[in-house]
């Protein structure tokens, strides 16, 4: 019974040997895969968010907010070792690049009145960041100057002869492809407005005969948005428009990505959701002004603005792994 009481035991101690080999084996394979993970880990956060493609175009329309802020984003992508285009196009071209190009995003999405039709016709190919926008409320209205005491209200144009014959029955607009004159052809169908006819130029030109206009104390009605610096440097009502056409309150300035932008360049999609996170109205207003009040270049305002604002830039820029 003792010797059989030994093989059995020397049977169990062996076999415990063989089991702890095992698992400290298992334990030590453990252990290094937790260390390589670990060191994994640590490289990905040594490196940072990867640019991916480093082309980037930044399409924009000719308006003051985004004359504005497209070149002070592009700057911010410079920033980290991006080649940005920042180009003048129409808003049609502007939308159509968006959704034809994977490198390309804009920060001039005006919805959901102004683009809407835009975003309609390229549903799937592009990506709208709703999450934080640009602006809160871009209204945009007819307009005229604040001395036109009886002019309160679209209603008001309709039928006005004294009015009428003092401008021609002529609304002086801006670029033909812009949403806010798609909006006014059809306001002056749903108000009846027959005898008006809506002139197409460009916003310089529009706002040069406003300013011409307001000099000499004449009447002028012209389509405008906010926030935009001419309000600040002339008195200006926005005519009511009960059927909000124009969007009621206003639209959302949004950014606008290619669907697939985020893939191809994803540090360029977090440093752009950043910045529209962080954009204000203010903001804009203050670096809108220099350009059009001044009359300064708008890549020299946006080299200004990095100066004088690190302190966004870096919180933009961070984690990303720059080159």
């Not at 063989?18 to 390589?36: K, Q, S, T, W």
């Not at 640019?51 to 308006?63: F, H, K, N, Q, R």
């Not at 307001?214 to 009511?240: C, G, Q, T, Y």
């Not at 529209?276 to 804009?284: L, M, P, R």
């Amino acid at each position: 019974m003792f010797k059989r009481f030994s093989v059995l035991g020397v049977l169990v101690i062996a076999l415990s040997l063989i089991l702890a080999a095992c698992g400290g084996a298992n334990d030590d394979a453990a252990n290094n895969a937790n260390d390589n993970n670990a060191n994994d880990n640590a490289n990905n956060s040594a490196d940072g968010i990867e640019l991916g493609g480093t082309d980037i175009e930044i399409p924009y329309v000719a308006w003051a907010g985004s004359t504005t802020r497209s070149p002070i984003l592009g700057k911010v992508l410079e920033e980290v070792g991006y080649n940005v285009d920042v180009k003048q196009v129409e808003a049609g071209p502007m939308w159509a690049a968006t959704a034809d190009d994977e490198d390309t995003l804009n920060a001039t999405g005006w919805l959901p009145a102004t683009h809407g039709d835009y975003l309609d016709q390229y549903e799937g190919d592009v990506e709208v960041y709703d999450e934080s926008n640009l602006v809160d409320k871009a209204p945009l209205a007819l307009t005229v100057p604040e001395y036109m005491d009886d002019i309160n209200s679209i209603e008001d144009l309709k039928d006005n002869e004294e009015l009428g014959e003092a401008v021609d029955w002529e609304i002086i607009g801006i670029d033909p492809g812009a949403g806010i004159m798609q909006n006014t052809e059809e306001v002056l169908e749903e108000y009846e407005l027959d005898n008006w006819d809506l002139t197409a130029s460009s916003e310089a030109a529009m706002l040069a005969e406003l300013q011409g206009k307001i000099e000499n104390e004449e009447e002028i009605v012209v389509p405008l948005w906010k926030p935009h610096w001419i309000f600040a440097a002339e008195d200006l009502k926005m005519l009511d428009e009960p059927e909000e056409i124009y969007g009621g309150e206003g639209d959302e300035i949004q950014m606008i990505f290619n669907s697939e932008f985020e893939e191809a360049h994803p540090a360029a999609y977090e440093i752009a959701t950043r910045f529209a996170e962080d954009w204000s109205e203010d903001i804009e207003n203050e670096y809108m002004e220099p350009i059009f009040v001044d009359d300064e270049d708008e890549e020299k305002v946006a080299e200004q603005f990095i100066e004088e604002n690190q302190d966004l830039v870096e919180k933009w820029t961070e984690g990303i792994a720059a080159e």
